[in-house]
């Protein structure tokens, strides 16, 4: 395999396989994962690293391969790394005229319209549709199968879950989770839960 970067990951579960399996097809390769769960020693054929260590490759770019919003902004924080580009799977369609930004993760079969424009640490998951001039805030995560209509925002951190739908145009806050399987017709606040069709506020979160 010919290997145009070398990265670092943080994280050694399940989504952290898929951001690998996204960088071996764009001929990227990991050097180093870190994880803060002693117990999770090996990642593939790689030991784990259990203590971030700021001088390991230090000139490398790092990925937070951690699925969960809050966790990868605290862990986003803490890293003394340069975020690295988007992973991105082949099988992704992701528009020439959208912006994906760094730290970001795109996966297979997804697709990324025209104008839409993803902030920083941004998952689009498995399948997921991120439609035209769409606007994803920082650390947003769109779960796999949900689709976003055309010129939907979504703020910092909010969790779409699987297979949920987003009408055109809606505005959905920060530190949100909308459901799986939800339809979201109107406009939602920062920091609540929605579920159902048409999608209602189930409860507010308590911490924003
Ligand atoms: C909506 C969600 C965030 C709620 O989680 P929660 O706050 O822990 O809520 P609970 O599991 O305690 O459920 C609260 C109630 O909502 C119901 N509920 C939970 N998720 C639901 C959903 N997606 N659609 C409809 N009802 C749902 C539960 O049955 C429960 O109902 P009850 O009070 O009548 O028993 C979560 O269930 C969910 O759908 N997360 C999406 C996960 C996902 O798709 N991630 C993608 C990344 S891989």
New binding site residues.
Partial sequence: MKVTEEILLYGAGG?ARVVAECLHCQERRIVAVFDDNPEVKRFGKMDVHHQYQRDLFAEHAILIGV?DNRLRRQLASRVYHPFADAARHRSAVISCRAEVGKGSMVMHQSTIQTGAFLGQHVIV?TGAIVDHDCELEDFV?V??G?VLCGNVSVGEGT?I????TVAPGVRIGFWA??????VVVRDIPDGV????VPGRV??KLETL
């Fill in positions: 989504h699925g998951n995560h779960g796999p949900a969790l879950g699987a297979g949920a989770k909308i459901g799986a399987g939800a839960v929605v579920t159902g189930i409860r």
